[in-house]
């Protein structure tokens, strides 16, 4: 059997409310839509945990972040874990990724024969959070809110030239692979930083968005007080006192968001203009590693499990699946054993290194009944939080909290905490039980401390004396690029034209 290409586009912080059926009709995404209308749409798909690194180890590996280790922005991706990279190499893939995936440690690969950019975050321990001391705000890489009240216009930005980068590279790479010059099946993984704050976007992304009727949260800001414990700590974290946010800062934010999104449409299809263009067939797979509040409650960015930060747009278009609307509840942990799966690996061959399953099944019209999980060990946190997606239900659990049940399907806006509700304390005590069993609170906060704990010592020492940077370096072999003396010249014009001889 002749194994699938697979082109996998991951991008930043993009909210899966926005994305009920692919894109929302009044988002201006026709890319997305065009892949959307071939494409199985997982409408409830979550992030294993609501944060850059953590979700991103999770995706590449099936594990949740307890299993990984990567519990935070700042937590080492250990070299020891199989990726989907390292099982598609397994099947003789060639793996390559073009953007960001938030590696943090000396191993900057994972599995990936070839990385075509550098990642537009460190990969140090720098900003490692540390329960020894809540409450404290690292002033140079917490978020803060002057991405809301910054929110507006520019042509150019640090994360526009790095996208714009990420995009020349991947569609660079789809016309080589085009080719032949390599006869595996190949897995290219183009992976975006936008629509991840600070809020600004191109004028003419803008400019799509100047009648927008959603400009505004369904759910107006909430008084500090009404907030539960963990959303207080996010906005202490987020150092929201120091901020006057007004409406025009939440439509300004807001608009330069959706524009963002757009902005993404069009270098997603570049790359998708570049396969058609080449003849190359390939699974296509879109999905982002968290979402993003966007003012809803008066929150903003992620790190929490209310839908607007946990749950993630995920869709597949591959050749033999009819595409369809999927409703029941998977996570990005289902990616690597789908992939697996898509590229004829036994499942059996990887069940030990997953804690996710197959999409395929679903894909094909089955049904599936198990929780989705989520954990999330990291900034605004001062223990670890636990929640299971299961039917309807959302629950939470924390050492610290009360705990939260949320009926998703009667409360879409999570409201109306039934944790307290005498009619539900059967389903409240299944749940409670589902995640005691799966989840020993005391052992993860233990071994979140003392990774924490470590990795402080390691980076104060690292910075003393001389420096050596993990951030990933990408090279480029001049002297075997173009035309070069050791070359022959009809050779080179020949072999580096695609379609030859038309």
């Known amino acids: 059997m002749t194994k699938p290409n697979i082109l996998i586009f991951m991008v930043d912080q993009l909210n899966g409310t926005l994305f009920p059926d692919g894109p929302a009709d009044w988002l201006h995404a026709p890319n997305l839509k065009k892949l959307a209308a071939r494409s199985v749409r997982y409408q409830n798909a979550y992030s294993p945990s609501p944060l850059c690194a953590p979700a991103r180890a999770s995706f590449m590996t099936g594990q949740l972040p307890r299993r990984t280790g990567v519990y935070d922005n700042a937590a080492e991706f250990r070299s020891d874990i199989p990726t989907y990279a390292h099982h598609l190499r397994n099947r003789d893939y060639q793996t390559s990724l073009s953007g960001k995936m938030h590696f943090v440690g000396p191993d900057q690969m994972h599995g990936f024969e ?11 321990f720098g900003w490692t959070p540390d329960y020894r001391k809540p409450g404290e705000r690292i002033d140079w890489w917490y978020h803060n809110m002057g991405s809301v009240t910054g929110a507006g216009v520019a042509e150019i930005t640090n994360q526009m030239e790095y996208d714009d980068e990420v995009a020349y590279h991947a569609t660079r790479k789809v016309y080589d692979l085009a080719r032949g010059h390599d006869d595996r099946p190949w897995c290219l993984t183009v992976s975006f930083t936008h629509p991840h704050d600070p809020y600004v976007a191109r004028r003419k992304y ?15 800001a909430l008084p500090y007080e009404d907030h539960d414990p963990h959303a207080r700590r996010i906005f202490d974290a987020n150092d929201w006192k120091k901020f006057d946010i007004s409406e025009e800062d939440i439509r300004r934010s807001r608009r330069a968001y959706f524009a963002n999104i757009s902005y993404l449409d069009d270098k997603i299809g570049e790359v998708l203009e570049a396969l058609e263009t080449t003849r190359q067939e390939a699974i296509i797979l879109f999905t982002a590693d968290h979402g993003d509040m966007l003012g809803e409650r008066g929150l903003w960015f992620k790190m929490n499990f209310y839908e607007g930060s946990a749950r993630v747009p995920l869709m597949m278009a591959a050749p033999g699946i009819d595409p369809r609307l999927v409703t029941d509840p998977v996570s990005l942990i289902d990616v690597t054993p789908t992939l697996a799966d898509l590229a004829g690996a036994e499942m059996n061959e990887i069940a030990t290194w997953v804690d996710g399953e197959s999409l395929v099944p679903l894909a094909r019209g089955g049904t599936r009944d198990t929780p989705v999980a989520m954990e999330y060990a990291a900034e605004a946190s001062y223990a670890p939080l636990v929640h299971l997606r299961y039917g309807p239900w959302k629950y939470t659990r924390c050492s610290l909290d009360p705990d939260q049940l949320f009926n998703i399907e009667e409360d879409p806006n999570e409201l109306n905490n039934l944790a307290g509700d ?13 995640s005691e069993a799966r989840w020993d609170l005391e052992a993860y906060d233990a071994e ?6 470590r990795r402080w010592v390691v980076y104060d020492a690292l910075r003393s004396g001389a420096y050596a940077a993990w951030d990933f370096q990408p090279v480029q072999k001049a002297s075997e690029r173009y035309m070069r003396n050791h070359m022959n010249l009809d050779n080179v014009e020949e072999n580096q034209r695609f379609p030859r001889g038309e």
Do not use: F, I, M
Request: charged share 25%.
């Open 114 to 124: 070839e990385r075509l950019t550098t990642d537009v975050y460190p990969s140090d």
């Open 206 to 220: 803008w400019d799509l968005y100047e009648d927008c009727e959603h400009l505004l949260p369904e759910v107006p």
């Open 448 to 453: 979140v401390r003392a990774s924490q704990a």
């Open 422 to 434: 005498p009619a539900h304390q059967g389903t409240l005590n299944s749940l409670r039980a589902k």
